[in-house]
């Protein structure tokens, strides 16, 4: 196979869509009764779980309790057979604990945490299966177990990745996307706003393409801001039959 | 919206191990269809290129052509393209970035006409891929599904075409739907050798086009619908409407008369189409002939540039510029054909070298050779230094390691050959014997060739470029050289040898096999025999001991102990045979007027004798071991390599061609059942006439006639079903017994080793050839086969015209025969000359328009009058009342003659002169098999040649008596030297002679 093509001349990415179209979405809120709040999400092939604990005491070391605000700790792993090919990702490695620090950025930007002064909010997200944009994937599961577990927030945070090639930017890159090398930012974004809650970009994009990147992304970010919604409301819809009003 | 599949992708890494990705894969309800038809627009979003809405159809190009004849699809005059998105993406990945780019510029570039249909992204048009399907299979089903989804999207208003070069694909899709046509376009131009002028054929490969339904060849009449495309190029046809098409005629016509207005009504009409392209040229060296003087000045003054005619009929007159043509005209002359402008009648060419004089033996021998591209130059130092060494001072041994690795049967078996008198090549023996328990052991052994010939060796390739040893009437051209074809790998009498065996345990009684074993063993042949003495040691007569060399030089003791245990053996095969040959008979197989000739070469290595097969029992007894040796090896290495195996097989013939031997076997009162091959069999045995044995013989050559020719091919390449062998009446087949004189057989004994190898776990030595490349040898094998074949009758041909051409036909009395009508005419007959073995037409009306008349003395004269052709008889009235019916199978005189060409290869003319049997005063004579005098026919033109070469020599040694009677200088003086070339002709040196 030589030099895969990106996007053809008739507009197509390899895997049939155009350049701003998102994978498929699906989500499920509420999948754990341990937890206090708990999502499931499916993007395209991408697929993470999250897990909220909290807001809770202090665990651990009472030192790091912060005096004005909820503490967010979050953690990232990923599963043995997430990739195609199997391989033990042992916790605490460089990768989990860079994503495990993207989380907590994103949502300390977004949870209010100085409602829970002195307490702990925890966060495990785990790819079950990464195929392109888990960074995206495991911020908007998260952001899902959040409204789950009840816990205020600004606004939903939502995450998307883009790509740019052949002078166009590509929404929701995906594994093939990503392997191909050019430059790909990650993007959340608290869409009712605007405001940006993470922006990373590791490789080199000249500044002139930057906007039209950035555009890309936030469009792509809240259209995932659409489907959320969606199945915010639909969750609750659901439970609140279950509870009978 | 859009749709959600998975694909599922196995991957290898470069460690080894399987990836299993999985890929998402979008699909939606619209993608743009470019078409100006597309019923909604909107939907569809058609920006950009749209298709021209004046075509007459859309054509689909399938993947392959795509990659392969994307160069063809690049002419603008080409209109209403859709590349499928299926296809582009194979010429992605399996032709490179270059190729793609081509194809994406041809997309953009708004003069051609032609789009890309995303079918892979349409949700009715993608197909997912089956579990087990092959690639090429999958690609090819979703390029239709996607052309029958445009047609309908297209609302039907516009038939589709899709061309593809996958016969399956044509059989299974080619009337699936109604308006999407499914074709292939290629097909191979063949010339009627009879008439150049005007008729030519091409054969469709593999081509169903439904709504014609045609299956048959297509015409092509005239010079003019021929295009410039010249015999054996593989065209492009388009087809007449149907008011324009011809019938062929079937009346017979020479060559070079111009005249073609004959008033026969055609008969009904074919298909008839002109060729619109060239898809592959297939222009060789040809043979010509520079016209004679007065045709040169007939071509004006400033012939700087002459029309040659080449000596096959089936190539135009080409264009040579050369100021030799004078100097050249007696010989003949290969040239190449250099170019072909459109506005021009004839092909250009150019001189590369002279072959020989016209009419000269030697140079009619290389006309042959070149004209079936036969090349037989002697073997390179390169060659002959792979060869071992086997001279007296340093013979040739054993060596330790092979004796190892092979099984011995020196001291176990009674090992022997049979074969034609003075036969130097024994590529087979036979050895039978009882074993300890009983039972029966047979054993083939074929010489070991592969062991001196390994694979891509200077000598193996030369071998497969020669693929066969060439049997011309007089001489022969080996594959290999003579220090093996004639010494190391003949398994001659009394020396050690390798030979690859198949030895079979046979019940004792029943025959049945029970056990087979192939391998590699080392033999010593205890007698070499020919078949004359083995049938007389069968029939007990033992004085033909004297003639068998093994045996002369034994006290009396021994030799008959020795004797009794070889005619035991002798016996006991013939038993296995007879056997053998009775259950194969039960299914069908066929014996049939075969053309085998073995030759037998004297001491000089002369040819001594072209010896059809004589039926003698032995003879059969040996080939019955030897096909059973084939049918074995053919189903070990099948089921060894399912894929990349050789066989060969025999396609069933098809039952129209068998319509004329019906119809002569009725005008005789016979039936022939041609529904099987067991039918067929039965019916021609029964087909005998005890008056006229040479009707059965004649019906068996044609039923030969109308049956295809036996082919090698790669099991890979073809369905299990078609394997069979027709003739044989064996579901597989293959060439395993003669390696000295095949190439087949090489690549079989290959495939044998490494399937035994195979069997004990051990890894195969030799690259096998994967089933492309080995397709690719057999078409090639196959095709130098027939060019032997070619060689064989033409070389015969030319014989026979020698030997009939210092003859006159008027008083000799050979020249004067009885022939056998086989086939009937609109203007003459078909002749069979018993005799001397010679077909060829009779006419019964002349050139003048006069029709033959035989009186009441039968004695044939010209007169003006009708012909009637009837389905078995045709009558010729004269005007005055008198008529003459001559019947299949009637026995004629006919005055053979020779027709005299100077451009082509002479031919035999016949005359029927009687319509009376001829009897021959000499009853004796007639008694000799014909074929006896063929080879003494080939004798006498040698001698003959042989005689002026003499007369020649003589010359040259009257010369140097001369010499030394005026004691002129030795060596050649310069008169003898410049007289030498200007015989050769080659410079324009008259002139400086002059001076």
């Known amino acids: 196979m030589a030099g895969l093509e990106l996007l053809s001349d008739q507009g197509y990415r390899v895997d049939g869509r155009r350049a701003g179209e998102l994978r498929k979405i699906q989500a499920r809120m509420g999948v754990f009764a341990q937890a206090d709040g708990s999502a499931y999400i499916e993007q395209g092939n991408t697929k993470a779980l999250a897990v909220v604990y909290g807001p809770h005491e202090i665990r651990g070391s009472r030192a790091r309790a912060l005096p004005d605000r909820a503490l967010v700790n979050c953690q990232y792993s990923s599963a043995t057979f997430s990739t195609g090919e199997r391989k033990r990702r042992p916790h605490g490695d460089r990768k989990s604990c860079e994503m495990g620090l993207h989380l907590r950025q994103t949502f300390e930007a977004a949870i209010l945490t100085q409602l829970h002064p002195r307490s702990q909010i925890d966060i495990y997200v785990q790819v079950l299966q990464a195929d392109g944009g888990t960074y995206a994937a495991c911020v908007n599961a998260a952001t899902l177990a959040v409204l789950d577990a009840g816990i205020p927030m600004r606004d939903f945070v939502c995450a998307c990745s883009a790509g740019f090639v052949d002078n166009t930017a590509l929404a929701d890159l995906s594994h093939v996307e990503e392997a191909a090398g050019g430059p790909q930012l990650a993007l959340a974004l608290l869409p009712a706003s605007g405001q940006i809650a993470l922006l990373e970009m590791d490789a080199r994009l000249h500044e002139d393409h930057l906007e039209q990147v950035l555009e890309a992304a936030a469009r792509a970010a809240r259209d995932v801001h659409t489907v959320l919604d969606r199945v915010v409301r639909q969750h609750v819809r659901e439970a609140s039959i279950l509870l009978g009003d | 919206m859009l749709q959600k599949r998975e694909k599922v992708l196995l991957l290898r890494t470069f460690q080894g191990r399987t990836l299993r990705i999985v890929r998402e894969h979008y699909l939606r309800p619209s993608v743009p269809c470019h078409s100006p038809l597309c019923p909604q627009p909107a939907a569809c979003r058609n920006d950009g290129k749209l298709l021209s809405s004046d075509v007459t159809h859309y054509m689909i190009p399938d993947w392959k052509v795509v990659q392969d004849y994307l160069e063809i699809l690049e002419f603008p005059e080409l209109k209403g393209i859709i590349f499928m998105q299926t ?89 699936e739907t109604e308006g999407v046509f499914v074709i292939s376009f290629k097909g191979i131009l063949n010339v009627n050798k009879h008439r150049a002028q005007i008729e030519a054929f091409v054969r469709l490969q593999g081509a169903s086009c439904k709504d014609s339904g045609l299956v048959s060849d297509i015409l092509i009449h005239g010079m003019k619908a021929r295009n410039r495309s010249i015999h054996g190029d593989v065209v492009v046809v388009e087809l007449l409407p149907k008011n324009e098409w011809k019938g062929r005629t079937a009346a017979l016509c020479e060559n ?25 040229k297939n222009w060789r060296d040809y043979v010509v002939t520079f016209p004679s003087k007065e045709e040169v000045q007939s071509q004006g003054k400033n012939a700087q540039k002459i029309l040659v005619t080449p000596w096959d009929y089936r190539i135009p007159k080409i264009r040579i510029s050369t ?90 078996h009674l090992v022997f050959s049979i074969d034609p008198k003075g036969c130097e090549d024994v590529d087979d023996t036979l050895s039978v014997r009882t074993l300890a328990n009983g039972s029966l052991e047979l054993g083939v052994h074929i010489a070991d060739v592969t062991h001196f010939v390994p694979p891509s060796s200077y000598i193996d390739t030369e071998a497969r470029t020669r693929a066969t040893t060439y049997y011309l009437a007089d001489r022969r051209y080996d594959m290999l050289p003579s220090i093996l074809s004639a010494d190391l790998c003949s398994l001659l009498g009394g020396v050690d040898r390798y030979a690859v065996s198949v030895i079979w345990e046979l019940d004792r009684t029943s025959y ?210 078609e394997f069979h062998h027709y003739g044989l009446a064996l579901d597989k087949y293959t060439h395993f017994t003669s390696p000295i004189r095949r190439y087949s057989d090489i690549v079989v004994h290959r495939l044998l080793m490494a399937a035994i190898s195979k069997d004990k776990k051990m890894e195969i030595k030799d690259n096998l050839l994967s089933n492309k490349d080995l397709e690719e040898l057999c078409r090639h094998i196959n095709n130098r086969n027939r060019a032997a074949q070619h060689s064989q009758k033409q070389s015969t041909e030319l014989f026979q015209c020698m030997y009939f051409k210092d003859k006159d036909p008027e008083n000799e009395e050979r020249c004067i025969s009885d022939g056998v009508i086989y086939s009937i005419r609109t203007n003459g007959v078909l002749v069979f000359i ?148 200007r015989d050769l002709a080659l410079l324009d040196v008259s002139n400086s002679y002059v001076m």
Not at chain 2, 126 to 140: A, D, F, H, I, V
Not at chain 2, 148 to 158: E, I, K
Not at chain 2, 378 to 405: D, H, I, L, Y
């Open chain 2, 87 to 175: 296809a582009c993406q194979t010429v992605q990945h399996q032709r490179g970035r270059r190729q793609y780019n081509k194809l994406r510029n041809l997309l953009k570039d708004a003069r051609h006409d032609c789009i890309l249909f995303a079918n892979e992204f349409q949700q009715y048009c993608y197909l997912p891929r089956e579990r087990g399907e092959s690639m090429e299979k999958w690609q090819t089903r979703s390029i239709y599904n996607a052309a029958v989804w445009y047609y309908h999207h297209c609302q039907d208003r516009m038939p589709i075409v899709m061309v593809t070069e996958d016969e399956e694909a044509i059989q299974q899709y080619g009337s």
């Open chain 2, 256 to 280: 070079d008369s111009d005249d073609k207005a004959s008033g026969d009504p055609p008969s009904e009409p074919m298909p008839t189409g002109r060729v619109v392209g060239i898809l592959q």
């Open chain 2, 323 to 412: 100021q030799q043509a004078e100097a050249l005209q007696d010989f003949r002359v290969v040239v190449r054909i250099d170019s072909w402008e459109s506005t021009s009648v004839y092909p250009n060419g150019h001189f590369v070298r002279v072959l020989g004089r016209i009419g000269d033996l030697e140079g009619e021998i290389a006309t042959i050779l070149v004209e079936n591209s036969i090349s037989v130059v002697p073997f390179s130092e390169a060659q002959m230094c792979e060869m071992p060494v086997n001279t007296p001072g340093n013979p040739w041994k054993v060596s330790p390691e092979e004796e190892r690795e092979r099984k011995d049967l020196r001291e176990t």
């Open chain 2, 512 to 721: 049945e096999i029970k056990n087979v074993w192939f391998g590699r063993t080392i033999i010593r042949s205890a007698y070499k025999l020919f078949y004359e003495a083995a049938q007389e040691l069968l029939d007990g007569n033992v004085t033909v001991v004297e003639d068998i060399p093994e045996l002369k030089n034994l006290d009396t003791k021994s030799r008959q102990a020795k004797l009794e245990e070889l005619v035991w053996a002798l016996g006991k095969l013939t038993d296995i045979a007879r056997h053998i040959r009775a259950k194969r008979d039960r299914c069908g197989a066929l014996e049939l007027e075969g053309v085998e000739v073995r030759v037998q070469l004297d001491e000089k290595k002369n040819i001594h004798d072209l010896i059809p097969k004589q039926p003698l029992e032995v003879h059969e007894t040996v080939a019955e071991c030897m096909i059973l040796a084939n049918h074995w090896v053919a189903r070990k290495i099948w089921e060894s390599f399912p894929h990349q195996a050789l066989l060969r097989q025999h396609p069933p013939p098809h039952q129209e061609f068998f319509s004329e031997l019906r119809e002569c076997a009725k005008a005789k009162g016979f039936f022939i059942d041609t529904r099987s091959n067991k039918t067929l069999a039965d019916s021609l045995d029964n087909a005998n006439d005890p008056n006229d044995p040479i009707v059965n013989r004649l019906l068996r050559s044609m039923a030969t006639q109308a049956m295809s020719n036996a082919l090698y091919f790669s099991t890979g390449s073809c369905a299990e079903e």
């Open chain 2, 834 to 981: 018993p005799r001397f073995g010679i077909k060829g037409a009779a006419y019964l009306r002349n050139k003048d328009g006069l029709v033959i008349s035989c009186g009441s003395d039968s004695r044939s004269e010209w007169k003006p009058g009708s012909l009637q052709r009837f389905q078995n008889k045709i009558t010729s009235t004269t005007t005055g009342g008198e008529s003459v019916t001559f019947h299949l199978f009637d026995h004629v005189t006919v005055r053979i003659s020779v027709q005299a060409s100077r451009c082509h290869s002479d031919t035999i003319r016949l005359e029927i002169i009687s319509n009376k049997p001829y009897m021959i005063p000499d009853t004796e004579l007639f008694q000799q098999s014909s074929l006896l005098l063929k080879s003494d026919l080939v004798k006498e033109v040698t001698r003959s040649v042989e005689e002026a070469q003499l007369a020649q020599e003589v010359k040259v040694n009257i010369i140097q008596e001369d010499y030394q009677k005026y004691c002129q200088t030795k060596g050649r003086s310069l008169y003898t030297l410049l007289e030498e070339i």
